[in-house]
């Protein structure tokens, strides 16, 4: 989607690889939309079409791939939970960011 130019496709996949798996990899694909923009190769500021196709596709992709989420996860966690809100609030809210990892090498192995 990225490199065909399908702009709204790309939103919607990357909405749902950060919803779902990864937040951290809003930075990334949030500075590959950017390059885009300054780079003068989606001309936004010229195409309100596309600035809505955007937008449109990320909020559509919010609406489905949170609850989504959502579901899958609170089914196998058995309990409610979003995982990704459950790492930022354990991370940034709590300050335990340090507590990841602190097993022995094989623990993770064995366990």
């Given amino acids: 989607a990225y490199t ?10 990357s ?13 990334f694909l949030g500075i590959m939309l950017l390059y885009e923009i300054l780079n003068e190769r989606m ?4 195409n309100i079409t596309r600035i809505k196709e955007i937008f449109v596709s990320g909020v559509i992709s919010l609406i489905v791939f949170i609850p989504l989420t959502v579901i ?3 089914y ?6 979003w995982p990704e ?26 366990s």
């Fill in 43 to 46: 001309y936004l500021w010229k």
């Fill in 4 to 13: 065909s130019c399908q702009y709204g496709r790309f939103t919607a996949f």
């Fill in 76 to 81: 196998f966690w058995r309990r409610t939970l």
């Fill in 72 to 74: 899958v996860d609170s």
């Fill in 15 to 27: 909405a749902a690889a950060i919803l779902i798996f990864r937040a951290e990899l809003a930075g």
């Fill in 85 to 110: 809100l459950e790492v930022l609030h354990f991370n940034v809210v709590l300050n335990k960011s340090s507590e990841w990892g602190v097993m022995p090498f094989l623990w993770y192995f064995y």
